[in-house]
């Protein structure tokens, strides 16, 4: 090695060392990831509309985990009374609890490639801590694994009943109360996968 390689090597040298010492360990630490999850897009629910938020990012992450984590123990659904009554649906909506609940989205994630969920015109109706309820406009697209793949949307409108406790906000009970023309509610999609 001539001696001009080596003066070369040996400033390159002092200025790394230079560096490390004016500004600690090149190497940098990362932040831990939020609770709930790799890159989970967890929102502590302080008001119950931030609910609403978690349940989006849950299935739009094909993980569930934030959507599970927004039902309360006691959770129950409701569907309207035309999917109660459809013969396909017959007992499928009987019991319906928060395990059953998350069985069905387990269910939806499983064959589904892309997800896109809204909930819009949200109104609240009802709030006397620790209750909140609303009325909200919902929309759900769904792409499968099939080949081609099938979109399927599914949109009505319903009541959503919110509990404030030791998790913060949750939903206690979903009611499909309006279905949209041209359209089978998210309700009827829960009766149909809770039968697979």
Known sequence: MSIIAMRSLAAVTAVVTAFGAFSGCIFDTRSADAPGGAGSTWVVPNL????????????????????????????????????????????????????????????????????????????QVFDQTPLAFFNVAYSLRVIDSSVPPDTTFYKGNAQFDMRDGSKGWQLERWQDTERVSGFATWGFLRGSLRQL
């Not at 017959?90 to 490639?113: P, Q």
């Open 48 to 123: 119950p509309t931030q609910v609403f938020t978690n349940m989006r990012t849950g299935l739009e992450e094909l993980t569930g985990v934030n959507y599970k984590r927004s039902m309360q123990d006691a959770f129950t659904f409701v569907p309207l009374p035309e999917d109660a009554n459809n013969p396909t649906l017959v007992g499928a909506f009987d019991n319906w609890t928060a395990d059953v609940e998350k069985e069905v989205i387990d269910k939806l994630l499983a064959d589904a490639v892309d997800i896109d969920v809204s909930f819009t015109d949200i109104e």
